[in-house]
Structure formats: C-alpha cells, structure tokens
T-cell receptor, first 115, second 114 residues
C-alpha cells in the first residue's frame, strides 16, 4: 500500500492555458474525491467518483473543470482556460465504499499557480 | 447547508502539556460523522480521530480525545502530553451519513513550544 499519489506536485501555468492533474488512489479503494484548498482555508469538495461513475459535483466545479476516472482506477482533473483564481492546492482522496463513516485517505496534493 | 466553524486560527502549547482545539458545526441531520484531520507543513493530511454521531461515548486515540456535545453541536479535540511532532494545521470536518462530500473548517494552526 503506497498511499494516494498525485502528479505533478507543483504546476505553474500562464492564464488561459489548460492543465491536467492525475491522482492514483489506494489500489483497492473504489471511491475517489477531489478537493480544492486555498491558502488559509480548509479543503472544499469538488467532485466524487464511485468506481468510474462521477456521482456528485459541487457547484464550485465550473464548466472549465472536468474530471474523469475512465477505468475506475486513476483519475484526472482538467482545468481549461485557467484563471488566477484557480491558483490553489488540489487534493485527491480515496476511500472504501464498504464503510459509511470510512476514512478518506488524502494525497499530497498538486499546487497550481496561475500567473 | 452544513457548516463547520473553527474559531481559533492559531493555538500554541508547551511541550508535554494539554491543549484543546474547538469546533462547532451546524446541521439539521441526525446521521453524520465528525473528523479531526492533521496537516503537517508541506505534508499530506492524515486522520487523527473520528466520531459517529450516534455514539454517545467520546472517541479516543492514544493522546487524542474528543469532547462531543451533540446538543450543542460542538466537537473539540484534546491533545494530551503534546509533542513537537503535533505541530500542524488541524481541520475539523463533517460528513453526512448519506453524502460523500466532507465539509471542513478553516483550520487551527497548532504550535508546540519546546
């Protein structure tokens, strides 16, 4: 069990560019979550997958954001036409559906800076 | 909508002493879970302790314990015998029994003084 991994760890991009982040959950976990964390704040929920199905999306997830989990394993989060307000830490977490109150295991995050 | 409030942006404690971090939440639901997560500087968030709302007994994990006051919607974290490695941001989080999105507070930065 190597934990949740995220790549890249840091991304600097110019406004208007597209970026894509990857998350590899713990191998047996069927639930995967994306959060956004801005400086000095707690994480905010963006979206959640159970296996390959995207079951919940926050209103924070604008049309410029899209997430996929094509084979129920790794997930990608793409941001199109980035804006300076997108600068944040993007966290991925995974869990087992078996336990309703189960722990979400977090990855180290991808820090996005939009210049 | 459920909200989580951490009213202490920063706290400090002397090594080996006890500190309590406060958290209040707002919900109309009866089925939910509460969590305390620790986020060390530049490191990933890890779960410290979890409390099921239906359980009256306060959760305990080694030096960490909670004071869960359901009627008051309060969920404080007590850290006993504080260690230098306890220095981190601590986030209180709420999750409904039926939903999967977790609501986090703004966090409390804990400093441990040697």
């Amino acid at each position: 069990d190597t934990g949740v991994s995220q790549n890249p760890r840091h991304k600097i991009t110019k406004r208007g560019q597209n970026v894509t982040f990857r998350c590899d959950p713990i191998s047996e976990h069927n639930r995967l979550y994306w959060y956004r964390q801005t400086l000095g704040q707690g994480p905010e929920f963006l979206t959640y997958f159970q296996n390959e199905a995207q079951l919940e999306k926050s209103r924070l997830l604008s049309d410029r954001f899209s997430a996929e989990r094509p084979k129920g394993s790794f997930s990608t989060l793409e941001i199109q036409r980035t804006e300076q307000g997108d600068s944040a830490m993007y966290l991925c977490a995974s869990s087992l559906a078996r336990y309703r109150g189960g722990e979400q295991y977090f990855g180290p995050g991808t820090r996005l800076t939009v210049t | 909508a459920q909200t989580v409030t951490q009213s202490q942006p920063e706290m400090s404690v002397q090594e080996a002493e006890t500190v309590t971090l406060s958290c209040t939440y707002d919900t109309s639901e009866s089925d939910y879970y509460l969590f305390w997560y620790k986020q060390p500087p530049s490191r990933q968030m890890i779960l410290v302790i979890r409390q099921e709302a239906y359980k009256q007994q306060n959760a305990t994990e080694n030096r960490f314990s909670v004071n869960f006051q359901k009627a008051a919607k309060s969920f404080s974290l007590k850290i006993s015998d504080s260690q230098l490695g306890d220095a981190a941001m601590y986030f209180c989080a709420y999750r409904s029994g039926d939903n999967n999105d977790m609501r986090f507070g703004a966090g409390t930065r804990l400093t441990v003084k040697p």
